[in-house]
């Protein structure tokens, strides 16, 4: 059994930053890509960024490049997401996500998903 656990959600204005974290426990997570998404609801979930298993490749939707970073710990089994430069449009509830595949996360189709946690950017 894969667990995902987000934190560091929250308000912030525009132009500030968060840093999101997901703890990731169970089996073969340290061989796993790792990714982020983000759904508000009225549109569907889209893919924020991942990172292969080893951190050699990471990936980014066009919207958040060069405003985050995604990053990974495997000592710690987590994986992080600073945003910078945050603006009313990225306000969503953000989750984590990981599979065996790297592939898997760009597609939107993981094996195993996080609860999520809400970030809120007021203008």
């Known amino acids: 059994q894969v667990q995902l656990v987000e934190s560091g959600g929250g308000s912030v204005q525009a132009g500030g930053s968060l840093r999101l974290s997901c703890v990731v426990s169970?089996?073969?997570?340290?061989?796993?890509?790792r990714g982020w998404f983000r759904q508000t609801p009225s549109k569907e979930r889209e893919f924020v960024a991942s990172?292969?298993?080893?951190?050699?490749?990471?990936i980014y939707a066009d919207s958040v490049k060069d405003r985050f970073t995604i990053s990974r710990d495997d000592a710690k089994n987590t994986v992080d997401l600073q945003m910078n430069n945050l603006k009313p449009e990225d306000s969503a509830t953000y989750y984590c996500a990981t599979d065996l595949f790297f592939e898997s996360i760009q597609r939107g189709i993981p094996s195993h998903w996080g609860q999520g946690t809400q970030v809120i950017v007021s203008s």
């Open positions: 169970g089996r073969s997570i340290t061989t796993n890509a």
């Open positions: 990172i292969s298993w080893n951190g050699d490749r990471t």
